[in-house]
Nanobody
Framework: QVQLVESGGGLVQAGGSLRLSCAAS????????MGWFRQAPGKEREFVAA????????YYADSVKGRFTISGDNAKNTVYLQMNSLKPEDTAVYYC????????????????WGQGTQVTVSS
């Protein structure tokens, strides 16, 4: 059974940084793509960034490009999201997700989800 457990959320001032972690278990994830999504109150869950385990290909939403970096540690089965220059509009619950295959930005394509971790950016 696939489990994804996020950690690292919290409260930070605008301009600050946080690093989220997603620990994956229950499978061999070499053929998987791992994504980060976020959902702000009253809004749809939106794509943030994704990475493939095999080749390390990455893709970012325009809203976070240049500020966020996704990376993976195969030995630890853990994916990270380094978030710099945070803005109040980055406030959301951040979710880790996994799917077999290449990176896609469509939420419904992902098969497995974590419980989420809250990120709050104060102005």
């Amino acid at each position: 059974q696939v489990q994804l457990v996020e950690s690292g959320g919290g409260l930070v001032q605008a301009g600050g940084s946080l690093r989220l972690s997603c620990a994956a278990s229950g499978r061999t994830f070499s053929s998987y793509a791992m994504g980060w999504f976020r959902q702000a109150p009253g809004k749809e869950r939106e794509f943030v960034a994704a990475i493939t385990w095999s080749g390390g290909s990455t893709y970012y939403a325009d809203s976070v490009k240049g500020r966020f970096t996704i990376s993976g540690d195969n030995a630890k089965n853990t994916v990270y999201l380094q978030m710099n220059s945070l803005k109040p509009e980055d406030t959301a619950v951040y979710y880790c997700a996994a799917m077999i295959g290449k990176i896609v930005v469509v939420r419904s394509s992902y098969d497995y989800w974590g419980q989420g971790t809250q990120v709050t950016v104060s102005s």
